[in-house]
Structures are given as structure tokens and as C-alpha cells.
């Protein structure tokens, strides 16, 4: 079993960063694919980015566009997500997500899921 908390959701400016944070309690943490998705009001749930349990393995959904960056650090047993050129389009809960499957991408693949933070980005 994997417990995911997802901290550092906010409210910001078009053009400002924020940096989530998910927190996994459990064993083997080095050994799960992690990831980040978001669902906006209406939408289906939408990939953001993993990362393998190494660190020069990561994914990136078609919109992030260079401005997001996920990274972990197996010892804190924490992963994060620096979003960066913010537009009021990323609004969302983002949700951070854990399986052993490798570089999984899409939201069924996953089996354990926190319970999600918050992001409004203003225009």
C-alpha cells in the first residue's frame, strides 16, 4: 500500500510558478513510476508528467511545452512538480499518482492516487 499527499496548490497570476509537492508513505517508494495528472471542471483527467525510479526517466503530456519539470527524491520519499509560465488554461486539481508499471501515462494504469490539490491561475 502507497498513501499520497499532494501539498503547494495554490492561486496565482498568468505567468507565475508554483511547485507541488507529494508526499508517499509505504515501502519501496524508489520503485514506483510517478505521476502527476489534473482534471478541470467538466474534463476528463489529463497526464502531466512521471518519472521512473530513475531520475533520467521522465514523460511529459503534449501541453506541457517545456514549462513544467517533475522530479523526485527517493530518500524524502517525495516527488514534485515546478510549473513554471503558468496560463489560466492549467487550472485544475492535480493529482499525484503511483504504480510500479514503468512510465505509465495514462490515469487507469495507476493504482494508488492522492487526493488531490488545487491550481487557479488568473488571467
Known amino acids: 500500500q502507497v498513501q499520497l499527499v499532494e501539498s503547494g496548490g495554490g492561486l496565482v497570476q498568468a505567468g507565475g510558478s508554483l511547485r507541488l509537492s507529494c508526499a508517499a508513505s509505504?515501502?519501496?517508494?524508489?520503485?514506483?513510476?510517478m505521476g502527476w495528472f489534473r482534471q478541470a471542471p467538466g474534463k476528463e483527467r489529463e497526464f502531466v508528467a512521471c518519472?521512473?525510479?530513475?531520475?533520467?526517466?521522465?514523460r511529459y503530456g503534449g501541453f506541457v511545452e517545456g514549462r513544467f519539470t517533475i522530479s523526485r527524491d527517493n530518500a524524502k520519499n517525495t516527488v514534485y512538480l515546478q510549473m513554471n509560465s503558468l496560463k489560466p488554461e492549467d487550472t485544475a486539481v492535480y493529482y499525484c499518482?503511483?504504480?510500479?508499471?514503468?512510465?505509465?501515462?495514462?490515469?487507469?494504469?495507476?493504482?494508488?492516487w492522492g487526493q488531490g490539490t488545487q491550481v487557479t491561475v488568473s488571467s
Open positions: 518519472a521512473s525510479w530513475r531520475p533520467e526517466f521522465t
Open positions: 509505504g515501502h519501496s517508494f524508489s520503485l514506483y513510476t
Open positions: 499518482a503511483a504504480d510500479r508499471r514503468w512510465m505509465a501515462a495514462t490515469s487507469s494504469e495507476y493504482a494508488y
